[in-house]
């Protein structure tokens, strides 16, 4: 008798799991804005207009990304900046000012967005915005030129490895 209902236990238990299980994992894809299709800005097109391209490529980032530069563009992502408010505290553009933003706040965490952008093309969008989007130029009148460099530096980083951040 106890068996049956030790057994019976372990069954509700194992039935309860997988039902938070699915639930929290369907409510995670519905709540994220990137997921929603048709409109997210095509990761292969540049954000920079394209006669201020070639210029915004060219910039050279003055930050290396050593753990201690990297620390201080951690910072201004996720605190003294605001960036988190709409890209996420992951930049995984899942952040609470963000949501239902159209297009949604990019999400950095996102492998394809590795090696799509130079740093300058990135700097070139914190200092003039991305157009057609609620990203507005934050350099230099949220934070200073050169804060948007470490912060760029910094968001080079969420998707790929730190010592693969480009120039
Ligand atoms: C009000 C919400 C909001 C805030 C705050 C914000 N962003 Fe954005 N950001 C966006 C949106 C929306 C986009 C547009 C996505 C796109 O271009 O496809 C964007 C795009 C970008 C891009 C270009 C992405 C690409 O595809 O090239 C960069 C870089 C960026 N943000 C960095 C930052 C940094 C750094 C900060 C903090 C200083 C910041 N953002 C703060 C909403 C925001």
């Known amino acids: 008798m106890k068996r049956t209902i030790l057994a019976l236990g372990i069954v509700m238990l194992a039935f309860y799991a997988i039902t938070v299980l699915l639930t929290s994992t369907s409510v995670r894809s519905t709540n994220s804005p990137n997921r929603e299709a048709g409109q997210v800005m095509d990761l292969s097109v540049p954000r920079v207009p394209q006669e201020f391209l070639a210029a915004a490529k060219g910039l050279k980032n003055p930050v290396q990304p050593t753990l201690e530069n990297l620390a201080r563009g951690k910072k201004i992502f996720t605190s003294t900046g605001a960036c988190y408010t709409c890209h996420g ?36 969008v914190v200092t003039h915005g991305s157009p057609g989007s ?29 010592s693969q951040a480009r120039q």
Do not use: C
């Open 89 to 124: 505290l992951e930049g995984k553009g899942d952040g609470p000012a963000g949501i239902g933003l159209v297009p949604p706040p990019r999400n950095f965490a996102d492998p394809q967005f590795h090696g799509l952008r130079t740093d300058g093309e990135l700097y070139w």
């Open 134 to 162: 609620s990203m507005f130029a934050y350099a230099p009148q949220i934070i200073s030129e050169e804060d948007a460099w470490y912060a760029v530096t910094y968001v080079q980083t969420l998707s790929g490895n730190p």
